[in-house]
Structures are given as structure tokens and as C-alpha cells.
């Protein structure tokens, strides 16, 4: 077993490891040490971010204390999907720190020339693979659909934008004819998320990660490509509710007419909406026309915390409670995606709320991801001056998994092989 020593940057780009300190993590405000097992080796596709303002925390190798690291800035992990961090970096913020843009920030060490982070793998389905990208193949991709569908405006905004510009994991799938497709309907929102990253208000310091689509596309055009992606790919998605855009379920009616098109054509895969679940009545409408699975997102399964990230209009907590429960109901598959703050996820709190949550709604998996947010900021915002007694994220799904047997974890959202076949065997792999 071992402790991987504490990173720090010279402000210009450069990490160096500090072996006078062991690295620490951080649960909610506090610094923590990190169990030994808890660590594991950067996986393929993370990258490190310096911190600007911050001076990083770790354990003094000699005495045991905790102390600043005084030599630079404080560094953190961006881990890749399928994989969630159990805690973040831990770190000191000076007065005048800047607000850090839309990442997530997981502790991180050096041990025998190799980057370390607390996480683990949460999900085997390789979709998002970095290795998995071919750029060649992506380019050719996403010609041969650009001109195939000349006089679309959705194939070309997920192409030029998404697919060639955000270098969005989805849109690059769809440029190569596999797994899911994303299909991002709705130029505005019902709410007004703190961390939205597809819309940040004037006067925020932090910009969004991409530009919110401008236009609402038609059925037509929806129907034009999914058709064809659900009856060529390998386990097959269209998925409504992206990055790139604001609430579908305001767009219900079009993506109603797109589900009863689609499946005058082809039965195979599956049709999902990623959602805030603000719309029960919409979300119906849905179900009854052939949607087969939803996801809800959502920061924390207590209504005030949630109400304070999410900022809503018109719409209150319970509304995506029923959104789950109808889908559930309607035979559905329902997952939530689950923004995880190490130290408010874990907090025996939100575990009790969750509980409820889940026997309330029938939920049937949990895609534990990475918040991508300035821990600080997300605090100060949300009025979270305390946050609980924290049991560990690792223990949290432990608990988790003992009461609910059949709730499943992941971090994608499943195919309708997985839905309806083995879920731990059929999926990309
Ligand atoms: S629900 Fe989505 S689009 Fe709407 S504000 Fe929140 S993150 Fe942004």
C-alpha cells in the first residue's frame, strides 16, 4: 500500500510533486486523508488542472499533520467517464481566487512516476472511451453525414459544433454510426441552474461550456437521422436532452410527433430524454407515444438543496418525482443522474433523503457522476455553510446496494439490450 505525495503547479503550466507531503482529499469543507485503497492510477483520458489561488493541503510526511503546501498552486484531476471520484482536491482558496470554470476537481498524487485519484470505475460500458476515438474516422463521419443531410439544421449543429468543435463523446458516436446519438431539441430552459453548462448569466465571472442551440428543430428533421442510426448501430440510442441545449420536455409536442414517426419505422433501440423531469404531464404524453427510458438530473435528493442549485420556474421538487414515477409506471427505464459533491452526497442527510427518493419513485439505476463545478463557489451559492457527517461515497453505494438489490450503477445511460437482456453483459464492451 502507499501514499501518493501531494502536487503543486509554478503557475505557468508545470507539476511537480512535493515529497515533504502526502496527498490529501477533500469531503464538503474539510480536508481528509484518503484510505490507501482508495486510489487508483489517472485512467486514459483525464487530464490535471492548476489552481489558480489555491494553495493545495496535504500531510506532512514526517509528522503526520496536516499543512499548505507553500512551493505553488494547488492542482486537481479530471477524471473520464465511467468513473467517479470519491474525493475532491483538497485545497486552500486566497481571497482573491478566481471562480473555477465548469470541471470537476478530484484530488490527485504522484506515486512511482504515475498520476493517482481517489475513484473508481462505476460503469464497464467502453462508449466513452479515449482510446476509443479514431479522428480520421470521426472526419469522415461527419462529412459523409453533412452531406447526406444536406438541408438539416440538427445533423449540421451536432457535426460542425458538437461533434467538430465541443468534441462531444455523443455527437463523435453519432459520426461513426454507434451506440447513442444525441438529439438536442430546446433553445430555452425552466430553470436556471447554478452551474448550467449551457447558459451563464452576464454577470458570472465562469463562462458555459458551449453556446446554447439557437433554433427548434422539426420532427422531420429529428426523424431523419435517428431512423437510421436505431436500425445500423451497435446497441442502438437516440437520446432527447443534451449539453448543448435547455429543458426538452418544453418541446414535448415535437418529440412526441418524432416518437410516433420513429416507430412507424423501426422497433429497435431505445428512445431516452435527459431531463430536468419538470413536466409530469408532458413526460405522459412521452410514454404514451413510445418513450422507453428517462434520466432526471439533479444535484441532491433533498428539495431545498435541489431547489437552490436548480433555481426552477414553474416547477417545484416533486414534479420529477412523478416524472420518474410515471415513466416507472408506464414500464419504463428510469435513472437518475446523480452529481456527486464528496462530503454532501455522502452525508448521512442526503442518504436518508435519497432512501426515500428511491422507494418513492421505483427508481431502477443511479449514474453517479462527476460534478463539474467550482466546489467553493457551489457551497457559497447553494447556503451550505454546514455539510453533515460524511460516511464516504464508496460506503454510501455499499448501504445503497445492500437495501436496494435490484437498483443498478453506472454512468450511461443503458441500451434496450441491457434494459431487457443481462444488464451486467450487454452493453459496449
Ligand atoms: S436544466 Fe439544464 S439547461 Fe436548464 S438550467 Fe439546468 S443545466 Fe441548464
Known amino acids: ?163 467538430m468543435t465541443y468534441h462531444c463523446p455523443a455527437a463523435r458516436n453519432f459520426s461513426l454510426g454507434r451506440w447513442e446519438c444525441p438529439v438536442p431539441v430546446s433553445p430555452a430552459c425552466n430553470a436556471n441552474c447554478i452551474g448550467c453548462i449551457s447558459f451563464q448569466p452576464q454577470e458570472e465571472t465562469i463562462h458555459s461550456t458551449q453556446d446554447r442551440l439557437s433554433f427548434r428543430p422539426s420532427s422531420e428533421e429529428i426523424v431523419e437521422f435517428t431512423v437510421p442510426h436505431l436500425q445500423t448501430a451497435a446497441y442502438p440510442i437516440v437520446s432527447f436532452g443534451q449539453g448543448c441545449e435547455g429543458e426538452p420536455l418544453l418541446m414535448w409536442e415535437i418529440i412526441r410527433e418524432a416518437i410516433l414517426e420513429i416507430r412507424k419505422h423501426t422497433a429497435r433501440g431505445s428512445i431516452n430524454i435527459n431531463t430536468n423531469g419538470s413536466r409530469p404531464e408532458a413526460v405522459h404524453a412521452l410514454c404514451e ?85 467550482d466546489p467553493d463557489w457551489y457551497l457559497g451559492k447553494t447556503g451550505s455553510a454546514e455539510t453533515g457527517t460524511a460516511m464516504g461515497v464508496k460506503n454510501l453505494m455499499d448501504l445503497l446496494k445492500t437495501e436496494f438489490p435490484l437498483l443498478k450503477f453506472g454512468y450511461f445511460n443503458p441500451p434496450m439490450e441491457r434494459i431487457r437482456g443481462n444488464f451486467e453483459k450487454d452493453f459496449a464492451s
Not at 316 to 323: A, G, R, T
Not at 324 to 337: E, F
Request: glycine share 8%; net charge negative.
Open 1 to 163: 500500500m502507499f501514499s501518493p505525495f501531494l502536487l503543486y503547479s509554478d503557475g505557468r503550466g508545470n507539476i511537480f510533486e512535493d515529497v515533504s507531503l502526502y496527498a490529501a482529499g477533500r469531503s464538503g469543507w474539510d480536508a481528509v486523508p484518503v484510505d490507501e485503497e482508495d486510489w487508483i492510477l489517472l485512467p486514459e483520458g483525464g487530464s490535471l488542472y492548476e489552481l489558480p489561488g489555491r494553495r493545495g493541503i496535504g500531510i506532512d510526511v514526517r509528522t503526520g499533520n496536516m499543512r499548505l503546501c507553500e512551493k505553488g498552486w494547488a492542482v486537481a484531476a479530471f477524471i473520464p467517464p465511467a468513473h467517479t471520484g470519491l474525493y475532491l482536491a483538497a485545497y486552500e482558496t486566497e481571497k482573491d481566487a478566481p471562480t473555477l470554470p465548469l470541471f470537476c476537481y478530484t484530488a490527485t498524487g504522484w506515486h512511482e512516476d504515475r498520476f493517482y485519484v481517489p475513484a473508481l470505475r462505476i460503469e464497464q460500458d467502453i462508449r466513452q472511451e479515449a482510446l476509443g476515438y479514431n479522428e480520421q474516422n470521426i472526419k469522415k463521419g461527419a462529412s459523409h453525414l453533412l452531406k447526406s443531410y444536406p438541408h438539416n439544421r440538427l445533423v449540421k449543429h451536432l457535426m460542425e459544433n458538437c461533434c
Open 289 to 373: 407515444a413510445g418513450l422507453n427510458s428517462i434520466r432526471v438530473s439533479m444535484n441532491s435528493a433533498r428539495k431545498h438543496l435541489y431547489e437552490a442549485y436548480y433555481r426552477p420556474n414553474n416547477y417545484v421538487f416533486e414534479d420529477i418525482i412523478e416524472s420518474l414515477r410515471i415513466v416507472r409506471q408506464a414500464g419504463g427505464w428510469t435513472s437518475i443522474n446523480y452529481f456527486v459533491f464528496p462530503g454532501m452526497t455522502d452525508s448521512i442527510e442526503e442518504y436518508e433523503a435519497l432512501r426515500k427518493f428511491i422507494q418513492a419513485t421505483g427508481l431502477r439505476m443511479i449514474q453517479w457522476r462527476n460534478f463539474n463545478i
